[in-house]
């Protein structure tokens, strides 16, 4: 694999998968990644079309996310959102000001008739960002959780409920009739590395396979299909993929991921911390990486992305 000219297609979901995708851009790979993002868990409050997975991705990639949080942009005030409390809304999700400038933009453009794909790219090139950030679809598509309480959609589930729910059934309403969004097939059949981010295998990345097309232009890639794990040490690093992965009947470990993705992917980057799962996901037939996965800083998540591409 000549690392020079090889073009990335990345599978992504919000803080884990952005993160990735930085230490591969900050390694100047960014003109040659393309990002494929979830949009299951787009949704409007006061009439504002708000995509955080993308935001999450590109303002991670623009250098100007909320570090502690992943999610939102660093310093931002809550002006807006207090006055909006003041007219007895409910603010439950937290919109900084400066995000509150996206979404509006968003839903301004929207509204004038262009795709969320091209707002997107419009957003991605004022912040700076050379990586290509893609939604995997313009057409609407709405994650909902079944808990005990019954069917509410993702944001209600996430971060209304703080994911303290066990998600026992999940469904991505609107998927049957979704098409990729362009560029996205391109991406994959012109890549020479699909990289599955250390994304919630069932609500980040599921998504973007289950969109027409996508699952079947994978399978059908030369591509090498690498996924970095998101659970390390049986644990999530971030948000419920782990009680997820649990009442899906997968095992909560790399292995399980392994399982979920099956045939779909050849090579499993795992933790240290799971050294010693490497030898039953090589008998499932993946090549194991073993490196530290954990990323902090830009530093760090350039170092993986370097350790990752030399051991390709
Ligand atoms: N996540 C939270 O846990 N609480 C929030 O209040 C919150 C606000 C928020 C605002 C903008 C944005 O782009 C993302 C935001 N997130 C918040 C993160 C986000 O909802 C989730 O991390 C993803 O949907 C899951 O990938």
Redesign the pocket.
């Known amino acids: 694999m000549n690392i020079d000219k090889i073009q990335i297609a990345a599978l992504a ?3 884990g998968g952005a993160r990735m995708l930085d230490g591969f851009a900050a390694l100047g790979m960014g003109d040659r990644l393309t990002a494929i993002v979830n949009t299951a ?1 787009d949704f409007s409050l006061w009439g504002l079309p ?1 995509s ?2 993308i ?2 991705v590109m303002y991670t990639l623009a250098g100007l996310a909320n570090v502690h949080q992943g ?2 942009i660093a310093g931002d005030t809550r002006v807006t959102l207090d006055a909006i409390a003041r007219y007895g809304e409910d603010p439950w ?3 900084g000001d400066q ?1 509150f400038a996206t979404h509006i933009l968003r839903g301004h453009r929207l509204a004038q008739g262009l795709s969320l794909s091209e707002v997107t790219a419009q957003l991605v090139i004022s912040l700076g960002v050379q990586t290509r950030i893609l939604p995997m679809t313009n057409d609407l598509v709405h994650t909902h959780i079944r808990t005990e309480d019954g069917w509410m959609d993702f ?1 209600s589930y ?2 209304g409920r703080r994911h303290a729910d066990h998600a026992l059934e999940v469904r991505f309403d609107g998927i049957e009739d979704a098409e990729s969004a362009p560029g996205v097939s391109e991406a994959l059949i012109g890549a020479d590395l699909i990289l599955f981010c250390p994304s919630n295998p069932i609500v ?1 990345v599921d998504p973007i396979l289950s969109v027409a097309g996508v699952r079947k232009t994978i399978s059908a890639s030369t591509a090498r299909k690498v996924c970095v794990s998101p659970i390390i040490g049986g644990q999530a690093v971030k ?1 419920p993929a782990a009680d997820m992965l649990h009442q899906a009947g997968y095992e909560v470990s790399a292995l399980g991921v392994a399982r979920w993705y099956g045939e779909l992917v050849d090579v499993m980057v795992i933790d240290e911390k799971d050294a010693a799962l490497a030898d039953d996901i090589r008998a499932l037939g993946h090549e194991v990486i073993v490196l530290q996965t954990l990323m902090g800083d830009r530093d760090d998540r350039a170092r993986l992305a370097t350790e990752i591409l030399a051991a390709l």
């Open positions: 979901g919000g803080v868990d708000i955080p997975d935001d999450t999610w939102g999700f937290l919109l995000d944001q996430f971060v980040s948000g």
